[in-house]
T-cell receptor
Framework: AQTVTQSQPEMSVQEAETVTLSCTYD???????LFWYKQPPSRQMILVIR??????QNATENRFSVNFQKAAKSFSLKISDSQLGDAAMYFC???????????????FGKGTLLTVNP | GAVVSQHPSRVICKSGTSVKIECRSL??????MFWYRQFPKQSLMLMAT?????????EQGVEKDKFLINHASLTLSTLTVTSAHPEDSSFYIC??????????FGPGTRLLVL
């Protein structure tokens, strides 16, 4: 079974600074997807970024980028120019690339609570 | 991104009654829908996976007779909490995806059982 570990329960960053959230995972599969989701106080889960394991290039979405190290099974999220609206719980998630039934489910880490200080 | 709605957003019910929560994919067809439960300051716990037109697959430890899931169409799944008790009070979240595409989440339903 796959596991996802987020070793930082809480992080804080100054507004306009850069912060990196860590995520490691364990799997025996070679093809899979990795995600970062954000859950602000409203509790709506919002997709931040997605990475396909077969792609060597790290995914980026505006101020959000990842450092995907497949051999090390590491998938960190970098937030540049942090804004007050970035304050939220961030979840790292894994999903198999196999088709069918339970393979579509996400395995989540425990989350990292990010505080942005003005 | 795609939009998933949930209704109601908040519900209070008496112990022993049943509550139905709806999850709709508004702008795409969802071959698979998922139901999660989330306790305060914790991660999401998957309860079950449902594929359109077939029976839901429940995670270990989740009572399928208590949490009834129906996925009758490609845009609607329902979760019914039967004979609810105070320990069922929680935040329930659904998500939807088209096969291997990204899962999109609904805004959640806060259930309080008195």
């Amino acid at each position: 079974a796959q596991t996802v570990t987020q070793s930082q329960p809480e992080m804080s960053v100054q507004e306009a600074e850069t912060v990196t959230l860590s995520c490691t995972y364990d799997t025996s599969e070679s093809d899979y997807y990795l995600f970062w989701y954000k859950q602000p106080p409203s509790r709506q889960m919002i997709l931040v970024i997605r990475q396909e394991a077969y792609k060597q290039q790290n995914a980026t979405e505006n101020r959000f980028s990842v450092n995907f190290q497949k051999a090390a099974k590491s998938f960190s999220l970098k937030i540049s120019d942090s804004q007050l609206g970035d304050a939220a719980m961030y979840f790292c998630a894994y999903r198999s690339a196999r088709s069918g039934g339970s393979n579509y489910k996400l395995t989540f880490g425990k989350g990292t609570l990010l505080t942005v200080n003005p | 991104g795609a939009v998933v709605s949930q209704h109601p957003s908040r519900v209070i019910c008496k112990s022993g009654t049943s509550v139905k929560i709806e999850c709709r994919s508004l702008d795409f067809q969802a071959t698979t829908m998922f139901w999660y439960r989330q306790f305060p300051k914790q991660s999401l716990m998957l309860m079950a996976t449902s594929n359109e037109g077939s029976k839901a697959t429940y995670e270990q430890g989740v009572e399928k007779d208590k949490f009834l899931i129906n996925h009758a169409s490609l845009t609607l799944s329902t979760l019914t909490v039967t004979s609810a008790h105070p320990e069922d009070s929680s935040f329930y979240i659904c998500s939807a995806s088209w096969y291997l595409e990204t899962q999109y989440f609904g805004p959640g339903t806060r259930l309080l059982v008195l």
